[in-house]
């Protein structure tokens, strides 16, 4: 199915039954990272999934998956939802989906669902994921957000993260 401005994508909760199409498309996000941060999969072929499991089981965590009709097409982890601030935890659009506006879409409904102060991290070294993360904070806060850099906890051979702070309420 081609993608165009116009295609409906659906936001949804991801439900149980969910979670096999769920880590699949974790397995396409995580090895997009694995880029950024020379990492390598596990000897069973698969990366990390520990958010994967909190984002199904956590009270304090939510999972979406986005479908464009029977296609799944990326998802979303949001975490910390009873803090002062949420996170983005992970974010997601597969590659045949990016650059259709699907992304931006997505995004916008994740943050409408849960009002308040989002943070949102990211790398200096995805190109894309800059500009697409400042054009989110823009179009959610207007010029009211801020970008700092935090290190990775536990990691210090990593370089910072990049986060994004903003108010969808203000």
């Known amino acids: 199915m081609?993608?165009?401005?116009?295609?409906?994508?659906?936001?949804?909760?991801?439900?149980?039954?969910?979670?096999?199409?769920?880590?699949?498309?974790?397995?396409?996000?995580?090895?997009?990272?694995?880029?950024?941060?020379?990492?390598?999969?596990?000897?069973?072929?698969?990366?990390?999934?520990?958010?994967v499991e909190d984002a199904f089981s956590s009270p304090d965590w939510a999972a979406y998956l986005f479908m464009l009709g029977e296609h799944p097409v990326g998802f979303a982890f949001v975490r910390a939802l009873d803090a002062p601030a949420r996170v983005l935890n992970s974010f997601f659009v597969v590659r045949g989906a990016r650059r259709t506006g699907v992304g931006l879409r997505t995004v916008r409904e994740v943050l409408t669902r849960h009002p308040g102060r989002w943070e949102i991290a990211f790398q200096y070294e995805n190109l894309g994921a800059v500009a697409f993360w400042r054009r989110v904070a823009s179009a959610a806060a207007g010029a009211a957000w801020t970008e700092e850099t935090r290190p990775v906890p536990g990691r210090p051979e990593l370089p910072p993260d990049v986060w994004i702070s903003f108010d969808t309420a203000s």
């Open 2 to 51: 081609p993608l165009t401005s116009e295609t409906d994508v659906v936001v949804r909760p991801a439900a149980p039954e969910d979670r096999p199409v769920v880590e699949r498309l974790w397995l396409m996000f995580r090895h997009d990272l694995s880029e950024l941060r020379n990492t390598l999969p596990n000897a069973d072929g698969t990366f990390r999934s520990d958010h």
